[in-house]
């Protein structure tokens, strides 16, 4: 074999491959033609037609063909080039870009989908969320309503009676059981979800708890001033009633080049030598005391007799003068406490208007359908709320809670 030449053709390595050849002595592997047995079809039969470049192909002009075993062709012949295969025609490895950008595709989409799911699961959340807190507002305000119908009608029942110069102590007690804490909870504001409300709303929402605080404080304060000032609200009227019976007169003194005037209660008059005189006081009806001869020059006038000796006389007032007169006191402290009530009963119509928009509103709001399968459950938990808020309300407001519901 080693004098022999391997014939050259593409394909052909330089020897077999290793473990490719069988071993000295070892036998042929199956299939293969042992020397001397019969050859594989088409493979070194006599006068059959040979493989390109075998033992009995046919020899192209100016090539020599060597003489090859049949064992030694067939080692030949199975033998692979792993070289050239590429080049020749045969597959080769494929890029892996277009499973990438398929698999960014994938991705890409899946997050977009998940981030809509998300979304999307978010706003049935908040839908439900914005329910029941609805359904919260509305049962505070519709509380609260039925309070500010109550406090309307009392406020102007004590202007009424106002206008007849009398005091209300009932308004009092009135604010005092019903208003020692503003009606209004500050938790309503607070941890709610108003995304779902709409800015009308939410504005309407926020001004009806600033107005409802106005009012709050309003009522603290007149109630306050009014205790204090009680025993002479009481008393003012039967005062201004004997003020006004009673008749009044102007008195003179001189403080140094000035003549200073004040008002006197009179008493019944006397006449002694065609002159009229009356007692003067500080109380009404007086009967003992200084005793002024009443002013009553002549129509040619008094020669200066007032100017001379202010301290001798009285000047009587009329009748019309009287109602504004000597009420002291008791005259500004009423009407302080009318113009408190007065200042109420703005604020309280401030209060209803307001009060009209927001409920008008919250029913819309609540009258959604909330969304299936989506914490939280909005009516369950408004009507946890309504329990536990009638758990927490004192014996007094327990009725009031139960008309609100």
Known sequence: MSDQKIPQGKGNLPGP?????????????????????APLPGMGKPGGAALPGMAGAAQLPGQHRPSVPPQQVMEYAIQVDYTDGAAAGMPGATSNWPK???????????????????KAWS??????GSLRDSLIIQYEVDRASKLF????????????????????????????????????????????????????AAT?????????????????????????????????????????????????????KDLLASVRYLGKPAEKDGKVSMPIGTAPDPKDGDVREVYAPAPEGDEGALTKEPEKYVVV?????????????????????????????????MMRDEQTSLTRMLAELASQEPAAIAPPDAE??????????????????????????
């Open 380 to 405: 369950a938990e408004f009507k946890d709320y309504v329990i536990q808020d009638q758990k927490a309300a004192p014996a007094a407001g327990a009725g009031a809670a139960e008309k609100a519901k």
């Open 204 to 256: 309407s929402l926020s001004n009806y708890g600033v107005k409802w605080s106005m009012l709050y404080n309003a009522l603290n304060t007149h109630r306050e001033k009014t205790l204090a000032n009680e025993s002479i609200l009481k008393e003012f009227k039967s005062k201004l009633m004997g003020n006004l019976a009673a008749n009044y007169g102007v008195v003179f003194k001189r403080s140094g």
């Open 123 to 128: 706003n049935r959340i908040q839908l439900n």
């Open 100 to 118: 990438r950008v398929i698999l960014g595709m994938a991705v890409v989409a899946m997050v977009f989908i998940g981030f809509n799911l998300g």
């Open 317 to 349: 007032l009329s009748p019309q003068a009287k109602a504004g007169l000597l009420a002291g006191q008791g005259k500004a402290l009423f009407n302080e406490y009318v113009m408190r009530l007065d200042d109420l009963k703005g604020k309280a119509k």
């Open 149 to 200: 119908d109550e406090l309307d009608a009392v406020i102007n029942g004590a202007l009424h009676q106002a206008g007849k110069w009398e005091y209300d102590p009932k308004h009092i007690e009135y604010l005092a059981a019903n208003f020692k804490t503003n009606p209004i909870k500050p938790q309503i504001f607070t941890e709610r979800s108003y995304r779902n409300f709409g800015k009308k």
């Open 17 to 37: 491959l290793p473990g490719m050849g069988p071993k000295p002595g070892a036998a042929p592997l199956p299939g293969v033609a042992k020397p001397g047995s």
